[in-house]
């Protein structure tokens, strides 16, 4: 997202300067959401991180122009709470160790020139980019890192399908959250299912390279918590109707011996037709009051 301006704010409304809404377009609205929920649900129980994104962010006291909006970003060392705008010099003057920009046509020039400059100059660790469509930024995912004052890339890593159990999936590690960022499947639905010989950008996603588990969204964590559910509630049903047969199977053997034995067959062919050991055919024979021959 762009630079906002004095005048943007003026008006209130912290849209960009040319008009636009702040989300551009589907994809960037959706992966702009993924990106602050699954950050805010990895980080809720520490009580001094903050998360946020599109959220105005004034780094100089009493000039209302200095003034960026990143889209994605993480404050070590402030208190979890809701803010309508973050003043820097209000907050210990901590800045975000970590920024996400999703690239599009509109921001494309600041991402890549003017945000660099001013993110190394208020000291942010790590700087990542992101284009969700696959047409202005090449690699589609990169991420730097502030070392002596300057950005320089972090190295990309693939991971093997055998590892991910899919396509081959290109990695880059955070070492401000201790998070990867990983392109493969997108979550953007207009994307999805689309024909395998399209060329269909790799969606983002962050995982945690400890448990290789992958951070969910909101609506991604209820969904998971309703299918476990589901799950559970079938497994119980399907202990149940075991159980059922278990029972229905004994009242057929307490049925089919006694009668089998007044048939004149013996203890080991009952036992042999039935599929059941000897001793259950005496056991049940003798709970019915007749001993086998």
Same mark, same amino acid.
């Given at each position: =997202? ?19 809404? =702040? ?22 129980? /520490? +009580? ?33 709470? +809701?803010?309508?705008? $973050? %003043? ?11 920024? %996400? ?13 003017? &945000? !660099? ?12 980019? $992101?284009?969700?469509?696959?047409? $202005?930024? &090449? !690699?589609?995912? #990169? ?6 004052? @300057? ?11 055998? +590892?991910? *159990? ?15 960022? @990983? ?18 950008? /790799?969606?983002? @996603? ?12 909101? /609506?991604?964590?209820?969904?998971? /918590? ?6 559970? *509630? ?8 075991? *159980?059922?047969? @278990?029972?229905?199977? *004994? ?10 034995? &007044? =048939? ?17 055919? #005496?056991?049940?024979?003798?709970? +019915?009051?007749?001993? !086998?021959?």
């Amino acid at each position: =997202m762009s630079l906002l301006t004095s005048q943007s704010l003026d008006g209130i409304n912290y849209s960009r300067a040319d008009g636009e809404p =702040m989300a551009e377009s589907d994809p960037t609205r959706d992966y702009l959401i993924y990106a602050v929920e699954a950050l805010d649900i990895h980080f809720q129980s /520490r +009580k001094h991180v903050y998360v946020s994104g599109a959220l105005p962010i004034f780094y100089r006291k009493g000039d209302r122009s200095a003034v960026v909006s990143p889209d994605v970003f993480v404050i070590f060392g402030v208190s979890k709470r +809701k803010r309508e705008r $973050y %003043l820097l010099w209000e907050e210990g003057n901590k800045v975000p160790a970590f920024i %996400l920009e999703i690239t599009s046509a509109a921001t494309q020039q600041q991402d890549e020139v003017e &945000k !660099p400059r001013l993110y190394a100059s208020l000291g942010v660790q790590e700087y990542f980019q $992101y284009d969700p469509i696959g047409d $202005y930024l &090449k !690699p589609q995912l #990169k991420g730097l890192r502030l070392a002596n004052g @300057r950005y320089q890339f972090i190295p990309t890593q693939v991971l093997s399908a055998t +590892k991910t *159990e899919g396509p081959d999936v290109l990695s880059i590690h955070s070492r401000v959250l201790g998070l990867d960022l @990983r392109l493969q499947d997108p979550i953007y639905p207009g994307l999805v299912g689309s024909p395998p010989l399209i060329d269909v950008p /790799r969606g983002l @996603r962050f995982y945690d390279p400890q448990t290789e588990e992958k951070l969910l969204s909101h /609506r991604e964590s209820e969904e998971a /918590r309703e299918s476990a559910e589901q799950l559970r *509630e079938q497994a119980e049903q399907a202990r149940i109707q075991a *159980e059922q047969a @278990r029972v229905q199977a *004994e009242q057929a053997l307490l049925t089919a011996i006694p009668r089998l034995l &007044k =048939m004149g067959l013996t203890a080991e062919q009952i036992a042999e037709a039935l599929s059941v050991s000897v001793n259950e055919v #005496k056991q049940i024979s003798e709970t +019915k009051g007749r001993s !086998p021959s």
